[in-house]
């Protein structure tokens, strides 16, 4: 005798075997980075931050996001800065419209988090907690890589 799924199993089979066509949301995201890296808050006010800095071509507060020394991958090519007044001289060659439209279609609801930090894109730009003192007692977020190309 053939034995008929529940309609809850029929259900649930159909849940675990399509696709996933929903995204994640901004309660989700918070609660990763709550779990993982500390206040979503803080996490948020830089990402929107940042991404409105690029979208407004605001660079000195784009600039005063990252965590220095940074090196930054473009195209094959390493670059390090030490500070903001060096990537801000190099801000155009930084910041490839690759990396602008990264950031410009990024929504934060669809963030990747993990363990290391939050993504943006395909890993252009990733933000992760930078430790205020040796006990790290806090860890600030930071822009801490910015890369494209090869």
Known sequence: MKRLLSPFAALLCAALFLPATGHADEASVDEQIETLLGPASDYKELFYAFKVGLEEGK?????????????????GSEETYASEEELLAAYDDVFTDAIMEAVANQDYGDLFVNSEGVMIGNGEVWITGVCDDSACTTALPRIMTIQSGN
């Not at 005063?64 to 020394?69: G, R």
């Open 59 to 75: 660079s000195d507060i784009v600039v005063s996001l990252v965590n220095y020394p940074i090196t930054v991958r473009i195209d």
